[in-house]
């Protein structure tokens, strides 16, 4: 009878920690997702306003969450906030929020901050 007892709880132990590091895995997976798809937004939206202009920031700011958002496949809530961009120097910084629910049910959210400034003058 104890060793029934003890085999149930070591059963439900490991059952507890396969579920948390799930929860710690997907969380790493999200986090790396935002951010390489962050960065890839940014760099490719300086790229083409080296290359051609963008006649202003909204223009900017539409062609990178175009690029953004194909980058995404998780299925969170995004928030993207511009806290700036500027089109005269080639710079922008963006701030994504994403909320999701584990699956332990918990509403769970990531924070990426990424800024990016073109370093080449125009001459």
């Known amino acids: 009878m104890k060793q029934i007892i003890l085999s149930a709880c070591g ?10 590091n799930q929860n710690f895995a ?3 997976v999200r986090e ?9 937004g ?4 300086l790229e083409m306003h080296k290359e ?3 006649e202003s920031e909204e223009d900017m700011e539409k062609y990178f969450m175009k690029l953004f958002k194909s980058q995404i496949t998780s299925d969170g809530i995004l928030k993207v906030n511009v806290i700036s961009s500027n089109c005269q120097y080639g710079m ?5 929020v994403e909320y999701f629910q584990a699956s332990d049910q918990k509403e769970r959210e990531i924070t990426v901050r990424k800024c990016g400034i073109i370093d080449e003058q125009k001459s």
């Open 52 to 54: 051609s202009e963008f």
């Open 92 to 96: 922008l910084d963006i701030e994504v």
């Open 26 to 28: 997907d969380e790493a």
């Open 42 to 45: 940014i760099n490719q939206t």
């Open 11 to 20: 059963c439900l132990l490991i059952i507890y920690a396969v579920y948390a």
């Open 32 to 40: 790396s997702e935002l951010n390489l798809a962050l960065s890839h």
